[in-house]
């Protein structure tokens, strides 16, 4: 006999009041674990297709025009092709792709045409830097949405939506957007000239509906040479991980190149930071409902114990049972119903969300394991908070409430 | 001596006036004594006996058991102190009726720092003591009266008391088992030595104490 056992044995004793005084936190329980089953699944779904969309931070020369992103680097100022490698090495999280650009405007022919020169990832891969880094590989590519595989198949299926990565592009090679081949009348294998330097169009991008669709791409190096900008870019594109951007990335990288302006797509960031300061809410007025409701359940459930008990209480204090002792049973009660409404709120909920996911979010929801942890913090958290009145007024019973008379 | 009571009041505050449970009481208990008070209902005999334990605070006087101040001691302290010295004997059983008899008489025990093994011989023994081995697994309602109460004074002695307060332990009792459960404390008190202090209204109970105190209106007679 001890004290675990005493308080086991009266749980026994009392196993319906137990279910009633659970009820409202196993519920509140399983209402945040729900919603965060179906939120962390739909947040990764929001950041794949906001991935899909390609880069989503520009960094510009202090005197750039940032009126239009997506033509900001045409004809823009310049700045050092060494600030990739100042990205690069100050490890920032969230930085999941760069891209150097020098944009001009040139005349081929009779057309006038964007010429952006880039630089392919296997040239940015190879420099030392992403190899110090650690940032080689899958790592490259990683974005704040769970995998590559996944961005595909999650985002859009249309592959001509998809803004790829250019892999390696020769010194002589060009890629033409849709509308400039069709402007130029050009199709892979032709020869293009181009500020006097003749190109093999490696390919013709497929349509996209953007800027790029007006652009020819040419290696960075090669444009630098053509206009005679040596070691300058006008840009560097950044793919950043839209949870990183709403969580301060462009501050940092402010940080980083405090000499440049650094900008991103408004709608993306404030789609992902709307997205996740909704479902925060959602959460947090459930985790506020249930510290109210579940705390003056459990403290309900623990004061009906305490006065159905109050004969008991008293002789356990005539037979030498301290105040403190008699606290710390009305607590191990409320612990172990914290675990026990932590633990089913838990099931239940997940289960709920793998139900609802689907219908909700049209997304399959899997159980999170991390959240077993949560749901037994606040479980346990509220059961204490709502038992700690009705322990103190426990200790305080009179042990005399048991004899004859007074 | 074990036990001294010394110009022992108290008093409680009622809105027609002031209640004197207790005016003046003083006498000495010896180790060994079977004594019992007795008295009229609402004569203070009850109170006295909370009073000894601890349970209730006095207005005035002094509490001696085995050189402990009862009067100004710490909840903690007096906790401490009954848990060790003071065994009690209720009219009402005070068993818990989740427990089993032995469970119920390993109790006190669920505080103190013996072995699972330990406590659960000690409890057999006295269990054996009081002839109810058969019955150690029984819950309370399926135990008579007569049976409850041995499990009661079975409890009592699981901490090797110095003291037994005894309230009306045959209040409950027909003729028959309230001799019985006399005959048994009469037994503890003079095989164990073990002090017993019985609160009674029946002066056949009454007999069995070697030293009788009598109140009347909270005063001694």
């Given at each position: 006999m001890n004290i675990r056992k005493l308080v086991w044995l009266e749980f026994k004793q009392h196993k319906s009041q137990l279910i009633s005084g659970l009820l409202a936190i196993v519920l509140g329980i399983a209402v945040i674990v729900g919603i965060r089953s179906i939120s962390v699944v739909s947040e990764k779904a929001v950041a794949v297709n906001l991935d899909n969309l390609g880069?989503?931070?520009?960094?510009?020369?202090?005197?750039?025009?940032?009126?239009?992103?997506?033509?900001?680097?045409?004809?823009?100022?310049?700045?050092?092709?060494?600030?990739?490698?100042?990205?690069?090495?100050?490890?920032?999280?969230?930085?999941?792709?760069?891209?150097?650009?020098?944009?001009?405007?040139?005349?081929?022919?009779?057309?006038?045409?964007?010429?952006?020169?880039?630089?392919?990832?296997?040239?940015?891969?190879?420099?030392?830097?992403?190899?110090?880094?650690?940032?080689?590989?899958?790592?490259?590519?990683?974005?704040?949405?769970?995998?590559?595989?996944?961005?595909?198949?999650s985002g859009y299926t249309d592959e001509k939506l998809q803004r790829k990565v250019i892999d390696s592009l020769g010194g002589d090679e060009c890629l033409v957007g849709y509308a400039a081949a069709s402007k130029l009348k050009v199709g892979e294998g032709n020869n293009l000239e181009i500020l006097g330097k003749k190109f093999k169009v490696a390919r013709v991008l497929n349509e996209t509906g953007t800027v790029d669709d007006d652009r020819i791409f040419i290696h960075l190096h090669k444009a630098q040479a053509l206009f005679k900008i040596p070691a300058q870019v006008s840009a560097i594109e950044i793919m950043g991980c839209c949870n990183a951007i709403s969580e301060g990335l462009l501050g940092k990288l402010r940080n980083v190149l405090p000499d440049t302006k650094i900008t991103t797509i408004g709608q993306i960031v404030s789609t992902q930071i709307e997205t996740n300061k909704m479902m925060n809410k959602v959460s947090l007025i459930f985790l506020i409902i249930i510290i109210f409701v579940g705390g003056i359940s459990i403290g309900n459930f623990m004061w009906a114990n305490i006065n159905e008990r109050r004969k008991e209480i008293g002789m356990l204090r005539m037979?030498?049972?301290?105040?403190?002792?008699?606290?710390?049973?009305?607590?191990?009660?409320?612990?172990?119903?914290?675990?026990?409404?932590?633990?089913?709120?838990?099931?239940?909920?997940?289960?709920?969300?793998?139900?609802?996911?689907?219908?909700?979010?049209?997304?399959?929801?899997?159980?999170?394991?991390?959240?077993?942890?949560?749901?037994?913090?606040?479980?346990?958290?509220?059961?204490?908070?709502?038992?700690?009145?009705?322990?103190?007024?426990?200790?305080?019973?009179?042990?005399?409430?048991?004899?004859?008379?007074? | 001596m074990i036990l001294k009571t010394t110009d022992l009041c108290k008093k409680y505050e009622h809105k027609d006036g002031t209640v004197k449970a207790l005016e003046n009481v003083s006498f000495e208990v010896n180790e060994g004594d079977f004594v019992t008070i007795t008295g009229a209902s609402g004569s203070g005999k009850t109170t006295l006996l909370l009073a000894i334990a601890g349970l209730i605070k006095s207005s005035s006087g002094q509490i001696q058991i085995n050189g402990f101040s009862v009067n100004g001691a710490s909840d903690r302290k007096l906790s401490d102190f009954r848990k060790k010295h003071i065994g009690f004997v209720m009219q009402s059983f005070a068993l818990l009726p989740y427990l089993t008899a032995i469970e119920n008489v390993m109790l006190p025990l669920a505080?103190?720092?013996?072995?699972?093994?330990?406590?659960?011989?000690?409890?057999?023994?006295?269990?054996?003591?009081?002839?109810?081995?058969?019955?150690?697994?029984?819950?309370?309602?399926?135990?008579?009266?007569?049976?409850?109460?041995?499990?009661?004074?079975?409890?009592?002695?699981?901490?090797?008391?110095?003291?037994?307060?005894?309230?009306e332990p045959t209040g409950n009792l027909d003729p028959t088992l309230s001799s019985d459960i006399l005959k048994l404390l009469k037994k503890i008190n003079l095989e164990e030595k073990i002090t017993i202090l019985m609160v009674t209204h029946s002066p056949l109970a009454a007999e069995f104490g070697n030293k009788k105190i009598n109140l009347e209106n909270g005063s001694l007679n």
């Amino acid at each position: 006999m001890n004290i675990r056992k005493l308080v086991w044995l009266e749980f026994k004793q009392h196993k319906s009041q137990l279910i009633s005084g659970l009820l409202a936190i196993v519920l509140g329980i399983a209402v945040i674990v729900g919603i965060r089953s179906i939120s962390v699944v739909s947040e990764k779904a929001v950041a794949v297709n906001l991935d899909n969309l390609g880069a989503n931070i520009l960094v510009l020369p202090q005197a750039s025009n940032v009126d239009n992103y997506y033509s900001a680097d045409i004809d823009a100022p310049t700045i050092p092709e060494e600030y990739v490698d100042r990205i690069v090495a100050s490890n920032l999280q969230g930085v999941d792709n760069l891209s150097p650009k020098l944009t001009r405007r040139t005349k081929i022919g009779n057309e006038t045409i964007v010429l952006t020169g880039i630089l392919p990832k296997n040239e940015i891969t190879s420099k030392p830097m992403w190899q110090q880094s650690g940032l080689l590989g899958n790592n490259l590519m990683a974005s704040c949405a769970p995998t590559n595989t996944a961005n595909q198949s999650s985002g859009y299926t249309d592959e001509k939506l998809q803004r790829k990565v250019i892999d390696s592009l020769g010194g002589d090679e060009c890629l033409v957007g849709y509308a400039a081949a069709s402007k130029l009348k050009v199709g892979e294998g032709n020869n293009l000239e181009i500020l006097g330097k003749k190109f093999k169009v490696a390919r013709v991008l497929n349509e996209t509906g953007t800027v790029d669709d007006d652009r020819i791409f040419i290696h960075l190096h090669k444009a630098q040479a053509l206009f005679k900008i040596p070691a300058q870019v006008s840009a560097i594109e950044i793919m950043g991980c839209c949870n990183a951007i709403s969580e301060g990335l462009l501050g940092k990288l402010r940080n980083v190149l405090p000499d440049t302006k650094i900008t991103t797509i408004g709608q993306i960031v404030s789609t992902q930071i709307e997205t996740n300061k909704m479902m925060n809410k959602v959460s947090l007025i459930f985790l506020i409902i249930i510290i109210f409701v579940g705390g003056i359940s459990i403290g309900n459930f623990m004061w009906a114990n305490i006065n159905e008990r109050r004969k008991e209480i008293g002789m356990l204090r005539m037979i030498g049972f301290n105040k403190t002792v008699i606290y710390r049973m009305m607590l191990s009660k409320a612990l172990v119903l914290g675990i026990i409404g932590g633990i089913v709120g838990y099931i239940l909920g997940t289960l709920a969300g793998m139900w609802l996911g689907p219908e909700l979010a049209g997304l399959p929801v899997k159980p999170i394991a991390s959240l077993i942890g949560i749901s037994l913090a606040i479980s346990i958290g509220v059961c204490l908070l709502g038992a700690l009145i009705p322990s103190y007024l426990a200790g305080k019973i009179e042990p005399f409430k048991n004899m004859q008379e007074v | 001596m074990i036990l001294k009571t010394t110009d022992l009041c108290k008093k409680y505050e009622h809105k027609d006036g002031t209640v004197k449970a207790l005016e003046n009481v003083s006498f000495e208990v010896n180790e060994g004594d079977f004594v019992t008070i007795t008295g009229a209902s609402g004569s203070g005999k009850t109170t006295l006996l909370l009073a000894i334990a601890g349970l209730i605070k006095s207005s005035s006087g002094q509490i001696q058991i085995n050189g402990f101040s009862v009067n100004g001691a710490s909840d903690r302290k007096l906790s401490d102190f009954r848990k060790k010295h003071i065994g009690f004997v209720m009219q009402s059983f005070a068993l818990l009726p989740y427990l089993t008899a032995i469970e119920n008489v390993m109790l006190p025990l669920a505080i103190s720092k013996l072995k699972k093994g330990q406590k659960y011989q000690k409890a057999l023994e006295l269990l054996k003591m009081v002839d109810l081995e058969n019955r150690k697994n029984h819950l309370p309602q399926e135990l008579s009266a007569g049976q409850q109460q041995r499990v009661a004074i079975a409890r009592a002695l699981v901490n090797s008391p110095t003291l037994i307060l005894a309230d009306e332990p045959t209040g409950n009792l027909d003729p028959t088992l309230s001799s019985d459960i006399l005959k048994l404390l009469k037994k503890i008190n003079l095989e164990e030595k073990i002090t017993i202090l019985m609160v009674t209204h029946s002066p056949l109970a009454a007999e069995f104490g070697n030293k009788k105190i009598n109140l009347e209106n909270g005063s001694l007679n």
